[in-house]
């Protein structure tokens, strides 16, 4: 039968063990969100990068017959996301903004359009770059020599994309890695608080003849454990909060691919159980070299 002493310290135990458990949670929880981010902006950059437009003007003499039949052929090729036909009137609304400008600039023009037919494109994500859309460019005038007069599309926003992810990938590893160094701190202090109540159990198997690895085994399996459960906590954390942002933002969807979502569950995964190990290795280590005198 359990003393009253032993029963306080059974509750002490479990209590820390949840609190370890807890402080891991939230730690791959904020770890998660950075992650999380960087792999999100991945679908992010894509839908940034696939917004992208650019337009094809032809020669006066090419009639809309001929721009509708290119406008099918360049659906087949490879680059393009999207390719579609920009009628003058849909022209001069996109221009205006409004049908009273529009109608205000037909005035002008007593009637006349003065803007032609065009071809909208918009590139596949991998294209989406300024080496890319040069490739774009060249490849359509050398396609269509006589039927092309001008391929336009903005350069400052394809910079702009692209270096503005980087950027932010860059700042998000970073925040990543500050806070991976901090969750080692935080919870190898948990973990060794959590530990000292087992100092004298330690020691007793210690002075008894039982080596290290011995007496780290059933320790190490249990932050095995902890660190599953944390990473696990701390995932469908995670899963709620992009749920809840999905919800509410209209115009940005936070996606994941299989690869991606897997990537992200194994690394909290991962991160889990090598924080809970290291920290709770080098608490047992404190404790093994410790002196029966030092445990008091």
Request: one cysteine or more; aromatic letters at 12%.
């Amino acid at each position: 039968m359990s003393t009253p002493s032993e029963k306080n310290g059974n509750i002490g135990l479990r209590y820390r063990s949840v609190s370890t458990v807890i402080g891991i949670s939230l730690v791959l929880f904020m770890i998660g969100l950075v992650l999380g981010g960087v792999f999100g902006l991945e679908n992010v950059q894509r839908q940034a990068k696939e917004s992208l437009q650019g337009d094809l003007f032809f020669t006066p003499e090419l009639n809309n017959a001929d721009i509708k039949q290119i406008e099918q052929e360049l659906k087949s090729w490879k680059e393009f996301s999207d390719v579609f036909y920009i009628s003058p009137e849909r022209a001069i609304e996109e221009f205006s903004g409004q049908d009273e400008n529009a109608e205000e600039i037909l005035a002008i023009f007593e009637g006349e359009n003065p803007l032609p037919p065009t071809i909208g494109f918009k590139p596949k994500a991998e294209y989406a770059t300024k080496q890319g859309m040069e490739k774009i460019k060249a490849a359509l005038l050398k396609a269509y020599p006589d039927e092309i007069d001008e391929v336009n599309y903005d350069k400052s926003s394809v910079e702009d994309v692209n270096l503005g992810f980087r950027q932010f990938v860059f700042l998000f590893l970073t925040v990543a890695a500050l806070l991976i160094i901090i969750a080692v701190a935080m919870i190898n202090n948990t973990i060794r608080m959590a530990l000292y109540s087992k100092r004298f159990t330690i020691k007793t198997m210690q002075l008894v003849g039982a080596t290290p690895s011995y007496i780290r085994r059933p320790f190490i399996v249990r932050s095995v454990f902890n660190g599953v459960i944390s990473a696990v906590i701390g995932l469908a954390l995670l899963m709620t909060l992009f749920f809840a942002l999905n919800n509410a933002m209209d115009t940005i969807e936070i996606t994941y691919s299989l690869k991606s979502f897997v990537l992200l569950c194994s690394s909290l995964l991962f991160i889990g159980i090598v924080i809970s190990v290291v920290s709770t290795w080098f608490a047992l280590n404190k404790y093994l070299r410790m002196k029966l005198d030092d445990l008091y």
